[in-house]
């Protein structure tokens, strides 16, 4: 018998999967129309940032954090169900995605070369 | 002393505050503009899927399944840089959202009422 | 002295700088924070259409067509200003596109090939 | 023998509809996929911007520029085609809503708030 809690993802996965399930809202969630709903969520969260002068953590007053906070969650919660729909393993993807991350970008190569950063 | 693994949004958090300190990127990792990434990687994400007719999970071969792995992995790394930056408990606010939620869509009134799902 | 009515394009770039100018609301519109604006005001559009089975015409009812829209007014307002602080001249740059497209996707070559589509 | 040339938007409308009945991409362009190909085209436009500081005009190079170019026409073209399939007049819809925001943002009120700008 585990003593282990279980992994954050793990269990928003089985916390979602219940959620639909209980409300028969399985139907509704193909991966395209999750991948829809995930930008949706994703442009709530954007709307907070988009007029602020260059967007700094102090530029962030209790309302927005709040907004913010609420938004976050409504993402998470959807990446997670996008990627149960999608049998992917969320933690395995992104490990190896930063491992990749890190041959692309070598230290020696990009540090300090901020004004190309995006040309990489 | 523990020997328990660190949970992997904990770890997620350290991996990705690593890879910006070494190449010296905290500098355009405003929440502005991680808010911005998140949504260019989402509709990378979204690409895979635009023009299915329905984007059920059978209309997804093989190509598409490797893209949308690499795509979701990405909008995991940058939720959680954007989580970190602005100092958000993702799994604390994703529980919370959960509740909230289902306090809002309660199971008895909102089952097989799939025709105004995205009304409520 | 003319009499021929102004373009729309040039109507709408003529009315909303009028409009941003007489709220001093000039400073706001970066192109950055109007690519961010344009880009919620496209995902306020697609939210109408997240849930539904195939996006089919037939699917939209009145509240929604109304709501569609609205939303399809803002995305052209957004897009207008947008142009217009980087100086892009929208009508030339989408007739030089669809010459572009015409030779990238070859009528000989890709019609009827429903199933490639989105591999072009 | 014409008199007045046909305005930009309803030129493009044509021309939009002929590229893809040629092809016979009528079949993939329901609402839905419009609406995501065009949130798809917003997110190739903003990533030209992500990692700017301000994202004033001056921060954007020729290279920069020119791909804005191309992403602002292709917004546009699939703005036109989606408004096109939802029966929507583009040119009424926008002057419609610049009328509702006038109502909404009287100068009086608004001029020279800057602070609360996204608040109203």
Known sequence: M???PADTLTQLRDLTRAFAAERDWQQFHTPKNLAMAL????AEL???FQWLPT???EELDERKREGIR???ADVLLYLVQ?????DVDLRAAALEKLALNA???PVAQVRGDA???DEY
């Open 39 to 42: 930008s949706v969520e994703v």
């Open 115 to 117: 004004r190309k950063y």
């Open 82 to 86: 996008l990627a149960d729909r999608t």
């Open 46 to 48: 954007a709307e907070h």
């Open 103 to 105: 041959e692309k970008y």
């Open 55 to 57: 967007g700094a953590p």
């Open 70 to 72: 609420h938004e976050l």
């Open 2 to 4: 585990s003593t282990a």
